[in-house]
């Protein structure tokens, strides 16, 4: 049976060999919910890049839209931020166009994780898709939990609970202390999951900067319960 593992921060990545696993990567609040989004909403494709100075350039080599986010908040100089808002925005529709996005956390993480043999991008809000395709896989899967600045974040972990939990039947997981961790979380918080994240340091730094609708839009279940996106040669 394969297992299902949690990487609690990239930080910790050197300690996992991700060769022929399965990737996961998880940015709960709010770039892995923001890029679901931007997909769901029909954006073609995503080049998720580490640096701003990247962001810029695929924005100009491929004639995209630009996102960019530092410390929480919009960065200059690009057309959209990394609230998932921005893609719901009926004036500016987004479908048909191609995106480039950087974070501070969840685009990082990404880019950390190129070694494994697949990596998907999974949030609450596409929760199903990504537990089919590891169905389908049939290979160790590895949640890469982006964190805050190489800090563990509640959030990320209780989504890899939620994962661990549906996956129960096909997947080993209880051999590692951090899936039980995380399904002990997950048990938690389930019946409310906003109350219970509601306590959380990235919660707390999104409400300060004003983006708490965003807060309950990310923790939403299987609202693109479709939507999957893959990593292929750059892109999403
Ligand atoms: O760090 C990241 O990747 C972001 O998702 C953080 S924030 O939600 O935009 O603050």
Known sequence: MPKLDICFSPELLPLYDLRG??????????ASSTIVTALGEGVTHVFPVASLEECTAYGQQHGCLTAAERDGLPAAGFDLGNSPFGFLDKANPVRGRALTISTTNGTAALRRSLAAA?????????????????????????VVCAGWKGHFCLEDTVFGGALAARLSADFDVRSSDATLAA?????QGQADLPAYLLQSAHVRRLNSLEASQDFDFCLQIDSYADVLPVWRDDRL
């Open 21 to 30: 696993q399965v990737a996961v990567i998880v940015d709960i609040l709010r």
């Open 118 to 142: 697949e990596i998907v991008v999974g949030s609450f809000l596409n929760l199903a898709a990504v537990a089919d395709f590891a169905r389908q896989q049939q290979r160790d899967v590895l």
């Open 183 to 187: 399904l002990h979380l997950w048990e």
